[in-house]
């Protein structure tokens, strides 16, 4: 089966740095995606990895390792306005996007 | 990157009836993508609705519940048929980013709600 894993929920400081992870097993793999989704709101594109390595885009970065079928988001400065949820989602084969179950992030101040 | 309108934005069904939700992207696009989240949830794949042919149905979701109009290669619409409280969720279509960008785009949602 297919399947991708993220911690539900996270909580962290104002300011501070938040690593959430995403593991993945799935048929196929034709890249892993980022998307932020606030309450209410659709989600919107945040990163996306196809080779080994990390990308890094302002405060956000994403890593990926294929053979261990593990990706990261990392974000740093927080911001209040990062509340949100975190979605991992992976083309497979068939080149559809299966989303992860998402990771509620709080950001105290 | 596509802009996608979609409407209604949310809406208050009776059970028993139906709704259609219309997405209209501003240029062409070959697929476009029907997502549901239910409250808490993820989101997970209904269907890919193809210009000029049947859309494909992912596991679990049937056509006669959620028929899909693909008419132009601008617009579709999803049905959610004889509607349960079960059906209360937010439904999205999404589409993919166009000159080798692959990520994918969403419409803002429908947010329904069945009583």
């Known amino acids: 089966g297919q399947n991708i894993d993220q911690p539900t929920e996270m909580t962290a400081t104002e300011g501070a740095i938040v690593q959430i992870n995403c593991t993945y097993q799935t048929s196929g793999f034709n890249g892993l995606f980022w998307y932020q989704q606030h309450a209410g709101e659709a989600p919107t594109f945040l990163s996306y990895?196809?080779?080994?390595g990390l990308e890094e885009k302002g405060r956000f970065s994403s890593f990926l390792s294929r053979s261990k079928g593990y990706s990261y988001l990392l974000l740093k400065e927080l911001q209040m306005k990062d509340s949100a949820s975190y979605l991992c989602?992976?083309?497979?084969?068939?080149?559809?996007?299966?989303f992860g179950t998402g990771t509620l992030l709080a950001v105290q101040p | 990157s596509a802009v996608i309108s979609q409407k209604p934005s949310r809406d208050i069904c009776q059970r028993g009836t139906s709704l259609t939700i219309q997405c209209q992207v501003d240029?062409?696009?070959?697929?476009m993508f029907w997502y549901r989240q239910q409250p808490g949830q993820s989101l997970t794949l209904i269907a890919t609705a193809n210009q000029g042919s049947e859309a494909t149905y992912e596991s679990g979701f049937v056509i006669d519940k959620f028929p899909i109009s693909r008419p132009n290669l601008t617009f579709s619409t999803l049905t959610v048929s004889n509607m349960s409280p079960e059906d209360s969720s937010i439904y999205l279509c999404?589409?993919?980013?166009?000159?080798?960008?692959?990520?994918?785009?969403f419409g803002q949602g429908t947010r329904l709600t069945v009583v």
């Open positions: 240029s062409q696009v070959t697929m």
């Open positions: 989602a992976v083309k497979g084969a068939t080149n559809k996007l299966i």
């Open positions: 999404s589409v993919e980013g166009r000159g080798g960008y692959p990520e994918a785009f």
């Open positions: 990895n196809v080779l080994d």
